[in-house]
């Protein structure tokens, strides 16, 4: 499993940031994936989840509305559009491959147990 992701660099508040990760050595098309993200000094937060097909998608309530995931599963990509970015939002973004799907709050996607894979992470910093 490889995850490639590219596209973060520095935005101002309100700014946007569109976000790649090229996926390879799976079926890519067979699997939901999501985001994660990790601030400076802190854990690792998930930030938003898709089904195998895109007809599904998920966000962490602080992203609803601002961030929108989707994927082109005939490329093996999986894309993240952050719209109206905050300083908060600064933090390296890593796509991830989910293990298995939690029974309970998609918040645990974050968590080790539930991620077979993520890729090397791009860095986004939201500053003036």
């Known amino acids: 499993v490889q995850l490639v992701e590219s596209g973060g660099g520095l935005a101002g508040p309100g700014g946007s940031l569109r976000l790649s990760c090229a996926a390879s050595?799976?079926?890519?098309?067979?699997?939901?994936m999501s985001w994660v993200r990790q601030a400076p000094g802190k854990g690792l937060e998930w930030v938003s989840a898709i089904s195998s097909d895109g007809g599904a998608t998920y966000y962490a309530e602080s992203m609803n509305g601002r961030f929108a995931i989707s994927r082109d599963n005939a490329a093996n990509t999986l894309y993240l559009q952050m719209n109206s970015l905050k300083s908060e939002d600064t933090a390296v973004y890593y796509c991830?491959?989910?293990?298995?799907?939690?029974?309970?709050?998609?918040?645990?996607?974050?968590?080790?147990?539930?991620?077979?894979?993520r890729g090397q992470g791009t860095l986004v910093t939201v500053s003036l």
């Open positions: 050595g799976f079926a890519f098309a067979e699997h939901a």
């Open positions: 991830a491959k989910p293990s298995v799907w939690p029974g309970g709050t998609l918040a645990a996607l974050s968590l080790d147990k539930f991620l077979a894979a």
